[in-house]
């Protein structure tokens, strides 16, 4: 791969995972395109990365709409280059027993998380088939497993899993590779919401989950960003249609 084609979309990049993920693929030397809803959303984000000596630019898409999608990677191709890297990483939270979760719960989390990768992934294959070379993670996570208060988050999450490993077999043989990486309790400001929503203490819930972790701590934006870098690396061609627990101990 050439400089030019170093080029990786980051959805949900405002701020938590996204916004740690964006950071660390600029440091790996991509050019990055920092998404979110609005892109004033990114600003931090892209000043973060400038600061830092690298490159990238906000861009404003909501990934559920197939035109939105459509548009803004057509600029980021135009802008930064083609993009080699797709991290699907936007998503929203609508948490609640079944018997009280809403149609639009159930809708809204399944157009952002799913609706939304598969859009993306669609509107970056082309760039990436044509230049023979891709990679493509998606934000999965331990609550596909299942998790009280979320059938609408872990059936998205599970989704992605399949999802993935589809994208593995139609895509490897252009030279694209497919992987998810499922997040165990990391801390963002979604979590913290989680913790308000059941009335805990957001450290008191962060020290019960610690508790409960072979490694004995709660995870960072950083971890996760981590495992995608390695993800998203040349290095990395020989892995395809995985899920890689990022825990703190065994799961899946």
Not at 198 to 209: M, P
Request: net charge neutral; hydrophobic share 50%; proline share 2%.
């Amino acid at each position: 791969m050439t400089d030019s084609q170093r080029v990786a979309i980051v959805t949900g990049a405002a701020r938590g995972i996204g916004a740690a993920t964006a950071q660390r693929l600029a440091a790996d030397g991509f050019a990055v395109a920092a998404v979110d809803l609005n892109a004033a959303n990114c600003a931090d984000t892209v000043a973060a990365i400038a600061a830092a000596g690298g490159r990238a630019i906000a861009v404003g898409a909501d990934v559920s709409d197939s035109a939105a999608v459509e548009t803004a990677v057509a600029h980021v191709a135009e802008t930064l280059g083609s993009p080699s890297v797709l991290v699907n990483n936007a998503g929203v939270l609508r948490d609640n027993l079944l018997f009280k979760m809403s149609d639009d719960d159930w809708d809204t989390v399944m157009s952002v998380h799913l609706r939304g990768a598969f859009l993306c992934s669609r509107a970056v294959q082309k760039y990436m088939v044509e230049q023979k070379y891709g990679r493509i993670v998606s934000l999965s996570s331990t609550s596909a497993l299942g998790n009280r208060g979320q059938a609408n988050y872990a059936a998205a999450k599970a989704g992605l899993q399949g999802f993935t490993k589809t994208l593995s077999i139609e895509l490897g043989p252009f030279g694209i590779t497919a992987n998810a990486v499922a997040p165990g309790f990391i801390v963002t400001e979604m979590t913290a919401a989680t913790a308000a929503r059941v009335g805990v203490d957001f450290e008191a819930f962060q020290a019960a989950r610690a508790a409960e972790t072979p490694v004995r701590r709660v995870g960072r934006p950083e971890d996760v960003a981590h495992a995608i870098s390695y993800l998203a690396s040349e290095g990395a061609g020989f892995v395809t249609g995985q899920v890689i627990y990022v825990a703190g101990g065994p799961r899946g």
